[in-house]
């Protein structure tokens, strides 16, 4: 196993459209034991494959207090969304000290195939649910802070890059 470097906001891979994992190859549960590994190590609730450097549909999630309950869900799509929606303050691991408040449905159904190749058809809601939608985003080439106005998504930007400055100047 291995921790993958975390892509970081800007950068193209974020802004495109993975492609569908075709076979689950050994390549593919390696990458999904890497992409665990740098998740627990972050530490995040989860991480999508072109955050590693690959744009291909599949994310790792883990929501649990103790860490147990891994996730590695293959090709997934959200199949039904609650009318209720929720907004909580979200972070990535890709726009690090960045975290803002953002409307989700409060409970999603997702269906993907795990790493056994069997199909699976699962509901979920709280934090799972809005974990689900945030990797999903990525797989789409969306970013968390694509869902704010103008005006806060360039207050995002202009305090990343001042955080990076700043952590480039004590280096
Ligand atoms: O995709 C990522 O960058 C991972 C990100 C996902 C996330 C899902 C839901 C809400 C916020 C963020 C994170 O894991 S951020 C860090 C984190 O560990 C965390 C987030 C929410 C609650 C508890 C922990
Ligand atoms: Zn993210």
């Known amino acids: 196993m291995a921790i993958l470097p975390i892509v970081q ?9 993975c492609a569908d994992v075709t076979e689950i190859t050994t390549d593919i549960r390696q990458l999904a034991a890497d992409m665990a590994e740098t998740m627990y190590k972050a530490p995040g609730v989860g991480l999508a494959a072109p955050q590693v450097g690959r744009s291909l549909r599949m994310i790792v999630m883990d929501v649990s207090e103790d860490k147990n309950n891994l996730m590695t869900l293959i090709n997934p799509e959200i199949i039904e969304v609650s009318e209720e929606v929720c907004t909580g303050e979200e972070g990535c691991l ?9 409307e989700r449905h409060t409970a999603v159904t997702v269906r993907f195939m795990n790493l056994e190749g069997e199909e699976i058809t699962m509901p979920a809601e709280g934090l ?14 969306t970013v968390f802070i ?9 207050r995002a930007c202009a305090k990343l890059k001042k955080r990076r400055a700043q952590a480039a100047k004590s280096a």
Do not use: M, T
Request: charged fraction near 25%; hydrophobic fraction near 35%; charge should be negative.
């Open 9 to 17: 906001f800007p950068n193209p891979i974020l802004e495109k459209p």
């Open 94 to 102: 890709s726009l690090p000290g960045i975290w803002e408040k953002v």
């Open 128 to 141: 799972l649910a809005i974990c689900i939608q945030h990797e999903l985003d990525h797989l789409k080439g």
């Open 146 to 154: 694509d869902h704010l106005s103008r005006l806060k998504y360039d």
